[in-house]
């Protein structure tokens, strides 16, 4: 199974948005609602921002949203604060006991 | 107040094995899963398998068939890993969640394993 595709980095201004996007194939992304977003900030543990492509846990700013689209899933961080810095991974199901990765991006807040 | 805590770091020689622990405080693993996931230095995040505390049930990513097993029971689980290689040098994170769908909610703070002659 390969991971999904991220882009490598994305940045944005205080204030603005930055989208995210991850790309698989029917069999993973497309196939299912059951697209996650993590936040990775540099040692330490992932923090679970967003899952089954739109849903948000609570404590989560309402600032991150999900959506999907075909193969491509999107994770949205509207009006960027200096916190939001950190990688973010999608992940999404792939069948029974399968469970894809993303590549990663870094988002930076210039 | 859910915490996940793990085992501490492990240095390995190529071809052992390392036996990493997952324990619930403050709280059980009652109704939930037990994922395994892995970032090896300078890569992304890589899902190893999940376990059921509760019936047994565990599955396993085919990257891992056959080098991974997991066990334990509602407060403890435990994740082993065996022929180890250099490129297993990794944080390895345990994970709450409800099978592998619906996001993992509550991480450990991570065990690096090390796997150096």
């Known amino acids: 199974q390969s991971a999904l595709t991220q882009p490598p980095s994305a940045s944005g201004s205080p204030g603005q948005s930055v989208t995210i996007s991850c790309t698989g194939t029917s069999s993973d992304v497309g196939g299912y609602n059951y697209v996650s977003w993590y936040q990775l900030h540099p040692g330490k543990a992932p923090k679970l921002m967003i899952y089954e492509v739109n849903k948000r846990p609570s404590g989560v700013p309402d600032r991150f949203s999900g959506s999907k689209s075909g193969n491509t899933a999107s994770l949205t961080v509207s009006g960027l604060q200096t916190e939001d810095e950190a990688d973010y991974y999608c992940n999404s199901y792939a069948g029974i006991n399968n469970l894809v990765f993303g590549t990663g991006t870094k988002v930076t807040v210039l | 107040q859910v915490q996940l805590v793990q085992s501490g770091a492990e240095v390995k020689k190529p071809g052992a094995s390392v036996k990493v622990s997952c324990k619930a405080s403050?709280?059980?693993?009652?109704?939930?899963?037990i994922n395994w996931v892995r970032q090896a230095p300078g890569q992304g995040l890589e899902w190893v398998g999940f376990?059921?505390?509760?019936?047994?049930y565990t599955g396993y990513s085919q990257s891992f068939q056959g080098r991974v097993t997991m066990t334990g029971s509602i407060s403890t689980v435990y994740m082993e890993l065996s022929s180890l290689r250099s490129e297993d040098t990794a944080v390895y994170y345990c994970?709450?969640?409800?099978?592998?769908?619906?996001?993992?909610?509550?991480w450990g703070q991570g065990t690096l394993v090390t796997v150096s002659s």
């Open positions: 994970a709450r969640g409800r099978g592998i769908t619906r996001g993992f909610d509550y």
């Open positions: 376990m059921n505390p509760n019936t047994g």
């Open positions: 403050g709280n059980t693993f009652t109704s939930y899963d």
